[in-house]
């Protein structure tokens, strides 16, 4: 970035030629980007497919003692999971399923997967999105006081309290936070979620705040930080420095010279910590009862339920794949170099 | 005996410990059974004492659940599952908090003098949730669902073989006759499982489940939260609460942590390690014995245990007190190396055995093994208690010049269970007759578990003369001599029995510890808020 030195607004000057040929190029570009990760969902889905075939006989380990003796439940379990078919004919079966919206039936109770995770998903994607919500603003917020007051005390306070909070695990947070919010210290928040039947979780708001707070508190520090130092590094920059000269004002250079060209960095990490929390939030969702795909995930595997394991790894993937393309789009709308070479 | 239902063996197996579940069978207190209403309404439990008023809304935190499960009233596997059948179905007899048979859904049953036909008297006025009186027709055709023979539901294993289902009848709404194969004088405690509940035709739907207890249906997600309404027709005195809710939990954490923000008002199963933790929080926790067991198992046809005097010496080896202060935080009691503890026919009168490790040298001198090297199979998947006490006998056979090899084995119960030579392995509160058989009858004659391959005709025959014998005193004296063959000869090394500990919040009134299940057979009839 520190190449586009020179020019005093770098998003106002390179905006893509209008017109059909940079249309079409955006198109091509899109076009390829999803693509590509539509490849890499079905590459994720032979690994998915072949590491749960690959963890052994699921009847035995579901029958366990029982698998000489119960005929008929083993001969049931395993019509039910194609057993006799070749390895290659169950996986274009399950990848038929899932194309045409069918992710197959549960082991552990012959439900459908799908009717029993889809509120799971929805609920771990509320929890998560809560949590991104609150944590850009905050976390490019502490990077911003941060680098004003660089080196100086405040600056010094924050950086070793995020570094601190970094080195955390989150369970450690998240019980910390109970014991002072809802158990032993004070009784303002609950301590798990408990949902109504047929509820969701954020029915009752306040059950929400631990389990976000607990979130944002993981992953803040690490977004804070990286801000920061992308933010310092602009800060130095030839054209910050300029734009100083010219007398345009402190915050105004904050704003607009240097926050906006360390906003790109910014997103990258944001999209990989919001993928992390679409698979790690299992602890918190454990600790707080939250339910959640987290919950689902460790308990279908206790069940060798291989049917949801496969679906939740699957949804899993995909929001990891569909987080990094959409990082990516908006990282290339932000940088003017990027947004001009595919246009032209 | 103790088939449990198909595909889920290994689970409940594990669980049944913690769970205090399916007790296949047990000796009952009389045969003649009185009926005397349902028991009173004490009010023991939350400290606050007082009169207990009607009314509120309890929410109970359940260790467990999942996706498996289930209402079905004849196939609970967890311990939610436990305490949503106990509030939503009622068997015939039912065992109450001291481990004794209690008439629920029958007002008697009533062996013939040579125990092959029972008469079992159905309660009168007693309906269901939708309304429908409870006959014997629906008594007789929930047994038939359990005694399947070609599937045998957890309650139904022994039921299965033991039945004759061409001469049982209906004899009239209120009247049921069971005919047996063979003589079997404690048929009363197998119809008294919580996994018989009795169902109207004998027929679960899983979208309206109907019971008779004092808890009816109002919705349920597996793995979540079910929900119940007071059943303002119940036979005997009904629930004080308006709902009750059973919420899963999948953490000990969360569940204590929920007790103590006051989101949930009792919980069952509560780790020793966080009883102060709920003490200083002003919450109440509940105490009961129990009789479940995690042993020593020596396998009494291989060497060197073939050897009855190194058995003994091993036995002599155990510091007792020392394993239920270090593995049960002190939870447990004493064991005599003689399993049902809390059977009336109990051997109390044999001499409590200590650690003496100068016998135990002697005795092992004797049998020419000095300098024994032992290899001990243990596994996580036995229960929280097993690896620690395999350490610590270990550490305490030291002592007695004993070399044991601790091997942690991931999953302890694969194909060489049942075949290791010195192992460990989980039992749940049981009556004598049910776990001798099950435990220490070879496999062709019901001995589904028997670890120790232990073959001892003498002790087979006294426990069949038993299992036939009518007249209690004769019954009690027959099982007395069995334990002491075992007490003297066994493989079995049993040091302690576990306590059940749970917990409820300050404002809980009308819990009874029960020897029987967590929380007073989770009796949430008689709680109130």
């Not at chain 1, 590094?233 to 420095?241: A, R, T």
Request: proline share 5%; hydrophobic share 45%.
């Amino acid at each position: 970035m520190t190449q586009e030195a020179t020019l005093p607004d770098p998003l106002a000057e390179v905006a893509p030629p209008r017109g059909r040929s940079g249309g079409a190029a955006w198109g091509i570009w899109l076009a390829r980007r999803l693509g590509l990760a539509v490849l890499t969902l079905w590459l994720v889905s032979i690994v998915v497919f072949l590491a749960t075939a690959a963890l052994g006989d699921p009847v035995r380990a579901i029958l366990g003692r029982d698998y000489g003796t119960n005929v008929a439940r083993r001969e049931q379990l395993e019509a039910q999971l194609g057993i006799g078919d070749s390895i290659i004919t169950r996986y274009f079966d399950w990848l038929g399923g899932l194309l045409t919206g069918d992710f197959g039936t549960s082991l552990a109770n012959q439900q459908p997967v799908w009717g029993q995770i889809s509120s799971s998903v929805v609920n771990s994607l509320v929890l998560v999105l809560l949590s991104a919500l609150a944590m850009v603003p905050l976390a490019f917020g502490i990077a911003m006081i941060s680098s004003h007051y660089r080196r100086k005390r405040p600056d010094t306070v924050i950086q070793t309290i995020l570094l601190a909070l970094a080195g955390v695990p989150e369970f450690v947070t998240g019980i910390l936070l109970v014991s002072v919010f809802s158990t032993t210290v004070f009784k303002i928040f609950p301590a798990v979620t408990l949902v109504a039947p047929g509820g969701a979780p954020w029915d009752e708001p306040k059950s929400m705040v631990l389990p976000v707070l607990t979130l944002v508190i993981a992953v803040t520090p690490y977004v804070s930080r990286i801000v920061r130092a992308t933010l310092l590094e602009v800060l130095d920059s030839d054209y910050v420095e300029l734009a100083r000269l010219k007398g345009i004002p402190e915050p105004v250079v904050m704003r607009k010279h240097a926050l906006l060209n360390a906003i790109v960095p910014g997103i990258q990490v944001v999209s990989l910590q919001l993928a992390w929390l679409a698979g790690g939030v299992v602890l918190v969702e454990t600790l707080f009862q939250y339910p959640g795909v987290g919950r689902q995930l460790v308990d279908s595997v206790r069940n060798h339920d291989v049917a949801m394991v496969q679906a939740l790894s699957m949804i899993i993937a995909g929001v990891y794949i569909v987080v990094n393309l959409v990082a990516d789009v908006l990282s290339i709308l932000l940088t003017p170099r990027a947004r001009t070479a595919i246009s032209s | 005996m103790n088939q449990n239902s198909p595909g889920h063996w290994n689970i409940s197996r594990r669980q049944l410990l913690r769970y205090s579940g399916v007790s296949a069978a047990a000796i009952g207190g009389s045969s003649f059974l009185v009926a005397c209403g349902g028991d009173d309404g004490g009010g023991g439990g939350g400290g606050g004492g007082g009169p207990q008023s009607s009314g509120g809304r309890l929410v109970h935190g359940a260790t467990g659940g999942g996706a498996k499960d289930t209402l079905d009233p004849h196939q609970p596997v967890t311990a939610a599952d436990i305490a949503r059948c106990l509030n939503l179905y009622e068997p015939l007899l039912i065992w109450d908090n001291n481990y004794e048979l209690q008439p629920a859904l029958a007002e008697s049953v009533e062996p013939s003098k040579d125990a092959i036909t029972w008469t079992v008297k159905m309660r009168s006025g007693a309906t269901f949730h939708n309304g429908a009186p409870v006959t014997a027709e629906d008594a007789w055709l929930s047994i038939r669902r359990v005694a399947d023979p070609k599937a045998p539901l957890s309650a139904g294993g022994q039921l299965s073989q033991i039945i004759d289902f061409q001469s049982s009848k209906v004899v009239d709404d209120a009247t049921l006759q069971i005919v047996l194969k063979t003589p079997y004088a404690i048929l009363d405690s197998l119809l008294a499982e919580y996994t018989l509940g009795i169902i109207p035709g004998g027929e679960f739907d899983p979208s309206k489940p109907v019971g008779t207890a004092a808890f009816a249906y109002q919705s349920f997600e597996a793995g979540k939260t079910s929900t119940f309404t007071r059943f303002d027709d119940y036979w005997g005195e009904s629930a004080f609460l308006d709902e009750l809710v059973i919420q899963d939990f999948a953490d000990d954490n969360a569940k204590v942590n929920a007790l103590q923000a006051g989101q949930i008002q009792t919980l069952d199963n509560l780790p020793y390690n966080l009883v102060d933790t709920i003490k200083g929080a002003g919450a109440g926790v509940l105490t009961a014995e129990g009789g479940q067991w995690v042993p020593f198992t020596m396998r009494v046809d291989q060497a060197p245990f073939n050897d009855v005097k190194v058995r003994q010496a091993m036995r002599l080896i155990v510091d007792r007190q020392a394993m239920i202060d270090q593995t049960l935080s002190g939870y447990g009691s004493l064991g005599n190396d003689m399993y049902a503890p809390l059977d009336v026919a109990y051997a109390k009168d044999l001499p409590q055995r200590e650690q003496d490790l100068d016998q135990a040298k002697s005795l092992l001198a004797s049998a020419g093994v000095s300098d024994l090297q032992v290899e001990l199979f243990t596994g996580d998947d036995i229960g929280s208690v097993a690896v620690p006490a395999a350490n610590l006998f270990a550490e305490q056979a030291k002592a007695a010049g004993v070399d044991v090899k601790v091997t942690k084995k991931t999953p302890f119960y694969d194909d060489d269970y049942l075949s290791y030579t010195f192992a460990q392995d989980f039992w749940n509160t049981r009556n004598y007759i049910p776990q001798a058989v099950v435990g220490t009858f070879p496999p062709d004659q019901g001995g589904t578990y028997n670890e120790t391959h232990w073959d001892n005709a003498d002790h087979r025959d006294l426990v069949n003369a038993a299992a036939k014998e009518v007249d209690e005193t004769k019954r009690a004296s027959l099982l007395h001599d069995a334990q002491e063959i075992e007490y003297n000869e066994g493989g079995y090394i049993i040091w302690g029995f576990r306590q059940q500990v749970d917990a409820y919040g300050s404002t809980v009134q009308g819990l009874e510890p029960s020897k029987y299940l967590p929380l007073g057979n989770y009796g949430f009839r008689k709680v109130s808020l």
